[in-house]
């Protein structure tokens, strides 16, 4: 079963404006982690935000935000004022402590940001 | 800069050889991950190491294995490749533990190549 879906394949926004990129997630457990990722041409998975299960605040990272959604299980990425450097692919992805230490990654949203 | 390291950058092997890949973990990090992501998808989690003993595996044969050493790198190993194990592999790094903790640090990547 799909674990992250990210429904975005590709997004445009122009620059310095705000975007969201989409996630959901399924799971039956309690305790779980969130993780958002870009990734540019050069292949590096680059960490930007954490969203612990437990968490009541969103996580912000600079420009990053997460707007967690607990009930409708889902954890979207917004990333204010961007910047031409924003133009990447953007992984979401979910950890869950206790199964098998895994961590499941969705498909990816590829983000271009327009001058 | 992460401060993990990947050896090598690109590899390319025939049908039916082995090969061995190699991860520094970031200094701190006990726990190391590795990932394969084939053209156009997310990562897929292959096996954890955690103070050198696998901590879960994924949905990958037995011809993936791996190593954790005393001072945590690690390497990945596959036997009898294949053509569609041609993909980026990654590693990643953890401290180890919950919350924060869980965050994995991720390396340039190996580009595997099998002709």
């Known amino acids: 079963a799909q674990k992250i879906t990210q429904t975005q394949p590709g997004m445009f926004v122009q620059e310095k404006e705000a975007v969201t990129l989409d996630c959901t997630y399924d799971t039956s457990d309690q305790s779980y982690g969130l993780f958002w990722y870009k990734q540019p041409s050069s292949g590096e998975m680059i960490f930007l935000i954490y969203q612990g299960s437990y968490d009541e605040q969103n996580a912000t990272e600079g420009r990053y935000s997460l707007n967690f959604q607990k009930a409708r299980k889902s954890a979207n990425l917004v990333i204010s004022a961007s910047q031409l450097g924003d133009s990447a692919m953007y992984f979401c992805a979910m950890r869950e402590p206790y199964n098998n230490n895994d961590m499941r990654f969705g498909a990816g949203t590829r983000l271009t940001v327009k001058p | 800069e992460t401060g993990v390291t990947q050896s090598p950058t690109h590899l390319i092997k025939t049908r039916g050889q082995q090969v061995t890949l190699r991860c520094s973990s970031q200094?701190?990090?006990?726990?190391v991950s590795w990932y394969q992501q084939a053209l156009g998808q997310g990562p897929q989690f292959i096996f954890q190491y955690y103070r050198e003993e696998e901590n879960g595996r994924g949905n990958f044969p037995p011809r993936f294995s791996g190593l954790q050493f005393p001072n945590y790198s690690s390497e990945l190993n596959v036997n009898a490749l294949e053509l569609d194990d041609s993909a980026l592999y990654l590693c990643a790094s953890s401290p180890g533990g919950g919350g924060r903790a869980n965050i994995q640090y991720f390396g340039a990547g190996t580009r595997l190549s099998v002709l």
């Open positions: 200094s701190g990090h006990n726990t």
